[in-house]
């Protein structure tokens, strides 16, 4: 189904009309993943899994946004570091954040010297850089490629929603933007976890207006890219340990599970979602975490220490982004929504 | 120097450390330009160049940014026309452009229903697009890609700069944002143009602090990038027809040039810059055109056009993009630049 014939060879790849996943001919495997997270999330369940947890989430900066900017750094730098790499090694850096203009990973960039990707797919931007990473390390182009992103609570509240001084009451359909960064290197050469899959979303927007409730707003997006994952490939859930999706939280979480249900997809035995498991329910995030960094540092810190330890071997995980903006939602639009699936497997 | 060993097979690619350049094994070609311009560029010397032009830059829409993101879709699909194919027969859509969270491009993917990359590289974005959907192409993972950007003058203004009804007063240095898209299908079968390398720039920033002098910000990343470009090919000035910048304006363009010659390269005999191309000076847009329609109209309209009716044989072709960020600014931040590069050429 994933193969076509190209002059007599036969070879892998995206060529069947309508389908939207890759399969790789030699998946690149994930070397090392580096995070930072502030301290919120420091006292959160995965606290065991992050490589640094600041104490103070200026970070030592004068800004929130300059912190976020060198969260992003380090998250690359302590990955590095991990890989035994230096950055002078690696051939790309696909990167983004949710700030206008990208700027904690174009500040970060700058600071690091290497040829840059700059990328915006809102929380999705974790496997949105997988996925292109992916295909330019299958591709031949690189070597090494860094994907990174980050976020940070302050930073995002106050672009996309209120002033933090303003100190105003949050829905229970809200989440709590985590504040961190997380950095995946993919190389050419290695033993696993390999990326064998990536099924590239669509932006899909079913008419949901509130930016207090995210989780409804990406859950069609979601669901699409899952349902078209299955059909694409062909695996069934049971090919599968584990289901995880980057920041539905628990009333995206509750509506992408019914949405799949009603296609014949029911998915909860195997399903976990990053926004939920990164804060504890006494920290009063409400609905779960989100933000790019959510699904970046769970992926990179728990979950990539859960696939080392055995624990899962095939995992289908889903980055999910809302492409919230102020500018678009005054001027009366809806939220889409998109997201990105990649296969993490210990085996080929 | 391009070429490296893997596994006894010789391969074309990224592969010597430190080189930031591509040589495509199968090189995509350039199927299909679509452009949309505003008023002031339909009066501008390249006007006859375009497909379709505005008589008013609302284009019937109750907001400028509605506006942008109707003639980003809009420029795909005349893209789509003149190459005569669907939508739903394109792999990618790899698209982006200057407004916070890239609502253009997103709200246009929405529409269009099409596996969407989002990317941020400001007026680079149509490089950006190009060298990262060649490599998809090449690599295999696409039959047809389509890259697009689009920007606004009104969308732009208000976002960067000052209200428009404020009027205020424009510096010499200043530059004109372009309102207008475009859009390029690449494919893996064609008879050429085709895209046979790209340099993939790195974000590089001298200090500039001035909004209003983007050209300036931007012309040491344009340096680097041309620079790098022949060092990593080995190709010299005489093997180009035409370099062109994306919109370095009057300002910037001296500085790029001076930058070069101090380097050893004297490219002037073989100059161009979109941005000083598409408007007269008497249309009073002061250093030149900008934004990242301003490569994106200019290459998807005169320039394919030059390269089919055999005036150019080879370009090296590389858009331009000032990171400014009104955030990062009021923060104290510079004004960093990056710069892709790729090769156009009539020949293999």
Redesign the interface.
């Known amino acids: 189904m994933l193969f076509f014939k ?1 002059k007599g060879e036969v ?5 069947k ?2 389908t ?1 996943t ?1 399969k790789f ?1 030699n998946p690149p495997s994930i070397i090392a993943g580096g995070t930072i997270v502030g301290p919120k999330e420091g006292e959160g369940p995965l606290r065991d899994y992050f490589d640094m947890i600041l104490v103070d989430d200026t970070y030592g900066e ?2 929130w ?2 912190a976020e900017s060198k969260m992003f750094q380090d998250a690359v730098n302590l990955a590095l570091k991990k890989a035994n790499l230096k950055i ?2 690696i ?2 850096l696909l990167g ?1 954040d949710l ?5 904690s990973a ?2 970060a ?2 600071q690091l ?10 929380c999705s931007t974790m496997t ?1 850089g997988l ?2 990473g992916a ?2 390390i ?6 090494y490629i860094i994907a990174a992103t980050s976020s940070h609570f302050s930073t995002a509240e106050r ?1 996309f929603r209120y002033p933090l001084e303003q100190g105003i009451q949050r829905p229970f359909t809200s989440q709590w933007t985590v504040t961190g960064a997380g950095a995946t290197i993919l190389a050419s050469t290695g033993e696993g976890p390999y990326i064998t899959h990536a099924t ?6 079913l008419g949901m207006k509130d930016a207090n409730n995210m989780g409804a707003a990406m859950a069609p997006a979601a669901a699409d890219t899952i349902i078209t994952h299955f059909k694409d490939t062909g695996f069934t859930i049971e090919d599968y340990d584990l289901i995880m999706t980057g920041d539905m939280g628990r009333v995206g979480r509750d509506i992408l599970l019914e949405l799949l249900y009603k296609e014949g997809y029911d998915i909860e035995s195997k399903y976990k979602d990053c926004g939920i498991e990164i804060f504890d329910e006494s920290q009063d995030v409400h609905s779960g975490g989100s933000g790019a960094a959510c699904s970046a540092v769970v992926l990179n810190g728990w979950l990539l220490s859960q696939i080392q330890n055995g624990v899962y071997k095939k995992v289908l995980f889903m980055a999910t982004g809302a ?6 939602s005054q ?1 009366g ?1 809806s939220i ?1 929504g ?1 997201a990105h699936a990649i296969t993490i497997s210990t085996t080929l």
């Open positions: 190209v070879r892998y790849g995206k060529k009309l309508g939207q890759v001919k004068k800004s946004e300059k002078s090694e051939d790309y983004g700030l206008n203009q990208i700027i174009n500040f960039a700058r010297n290497v040829p840059h990707f700059g990328l915006y797919g809102a949105e996925t292109l295909m330019l299958d591709g031949g182009y690189a070597d672009q590239t979303g669509k932006v899909v927007d492409l919230l903006s102020p500018t678009s001027q639009e889409p998109i």
